[in-house]
């Protein structure tokens, strides 16, 4: 598995020299894992054409803005909404000053204004020119905004000077979008997460199932994982590879996940349970095919076991999320199972067209004793990076606050 497994890269490709290793750098992202989209300015294609990077990335790159037929594909929005991180390499003076004023006169600089992913910049330019106070006053201005700055390096350029202005080479850019993901916010965590539907059998090539893909169970899984906790995946019957650097436990019934689940909670953290579990199962399932001779077919349906409710109560310590689909008021039915399951955060999703079960997008109610927050509509890669951080932001303050109050019994 690569360091960037499933992640979405959007290149950008500004006017400068270096725009032939953004070639190679394509390359390497993809050997490392991720699936590129590349959009370029007008200068960029001075120096590299469209046909080249169109071949190392797979896919056509993106040059207009205003261009009907490229915004009734993939448009602005949706390139910003498609990409887990934006890597602009090179960046030029221009690019950058444009950047820094928040301008939105090309593809590129519209699609960073629209995006809510973490945006990368590598400069390349003439040492003087990245010396000059404007480039350091727009970069200035650019890192207080969070953008990363990825070098420049020191060394001979293009234009035979030598000092700061090198893009860096690509297998460095690559390690260090890499790092980008590792937030470090759950290090020496264990978290456990279930994902995915249960299948009850009714026979042998016959059960009760639902429509869940297990995608927002496994990208909470690898997100959990990014910030630096040891995961175990315990998923139900999916079609998906298992995430990189998770330990994936493959189940089938609710049973099966409840004793799964319960035999990988001894030194876990959190808790998150994602999965859509049957809340019921057949009482007993039929030795043999059941074959077609009545009219009739009765069913004798018993209770699952509640795997997120018996961990809350029986691992008070554990901090426990817990997930709820549903078609109406989000808030009112989340705060009930927060109380019915005794646990510390739920996070509501709609379900509906575009969002929810087998849906590549989600959006989130979060709702904790306290309050409710809500995370919009997005890939649901980058939705389990938010949700990460809300857990871990919550787990800490609860931990600080156990901490204090046993500091206080002592
Ligand atoms: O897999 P995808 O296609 O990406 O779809 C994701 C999803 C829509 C399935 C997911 O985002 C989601 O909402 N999962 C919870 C579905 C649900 O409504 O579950 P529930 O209301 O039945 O249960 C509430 C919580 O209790 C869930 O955390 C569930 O995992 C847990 N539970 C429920 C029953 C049970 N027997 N044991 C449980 O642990």
């Not at 890192?143 to 700061?164: F, N, S, T, Y």
Request: charged share 20%.
């Amino acid at each position: 598995m690569g360091t960037l497994t499933n992640k979405r890269v959007l290149v950008g490709v500004t006017g400068g020299i270096a725009a032939y290793k953004t070639a190679d750098l394509i390359r390497r992202l993809r050997d490392a894992g991720a699936e590129t989209r590349v959009v370029m300015t007008a200068g960029a294609a001075e120096f590299i054409t469209p046909l080249t990077l169109q071949a190392v990335s797979g896919h056509p790159v993106h040059e207009q803005l205003l261009d009907t037929e490229a915004e009734a594909g993939m448009g602005h929005i949706d390139l910003a909404r498609w990409a887990d991180v934006i890597v602009v390499a090179p960046a030029s003076a221009n690019f950058l000053a444009r950047l820094a004023q928040g301008r939105a006169d090309d593809l590129l600089t519209t699609v960073c204004l629209a995006a809510a992913v973490p945006v990368a910049v590598a400069p390349a330019m003439n040492q003087q020119m990245w010396a000059n106070a404007a480039t350091q006053n727009n970069m200035r201005t650019l890192r207080a905004r969070k953008i990363h700055v990825l070098g420049p390096a020191e060394g001979e350029q293009a234009c035979g000077e030598i000092g700061p202005g090198r893009m860096l080479e690509p297998l460095e850019l690559v390690a260090r979008v890499s790092e980008l993901f590792a937030t470090g916010e759950l290090e020496g965590l264990k978290v456990v997460v279930t994902a995915g539907p249960t299948w009850e059998a009714i026979d042998p090539v016959r059960g009760i199932t639902n429509r869940s893909s297990g995608k927002m169970g496994y990208a909470v899984a690898a997100a959990a994982a990014e910030a630096g906790a040891r995961v175990v995946l315990v998923s139900g019957p999916t079609a998906l590879p298992d995430p990189p650097r998770v330990q994936t436990v493959r189940v089938v019934s609710a049973q099966d996940m409840y004793d799964a689940v319960h035999s990988h909670l001894e030194g876990a953290h959190i808790f998150i349970g994602v999965a859509a579990v049957a809340d019921y199962r057949v009482e007993q399932a039929a030795p043999g095919k059941i074959k077609k001779t009545a009219d009739r077919l009765t069913l004798e349906l018993v209770r699952n076991p509640d795997i997120l409710a018996a961990v809350a109560h029986r691992r008070p310590h554990i901090y426990c999320v817990g997930f709820a689909a549903e078609t109406d008021d989000p808030e009112a039915n989340a705060r009930a199972k927060l109380a019915s399951k005794g646990i510390d955060l739920v996070a509501a999703n709609r379900v509906g067209p575009g969002l929810g079960f087998e849906a590549d997008d989600n959006e989130l109610l979060l709702v904790d004793r306290d309050k409710s927050k809500r995370l919009a509509r997005a890939p649901k890669s980058s939705l389990a990076r938010a949700l990460i951080h809300e857990v871990a932001v919550r787990y800490h303050a609860e931990s600080r606050a156990q901490d204090s109050r046993q500091a206080s019994r002592n």
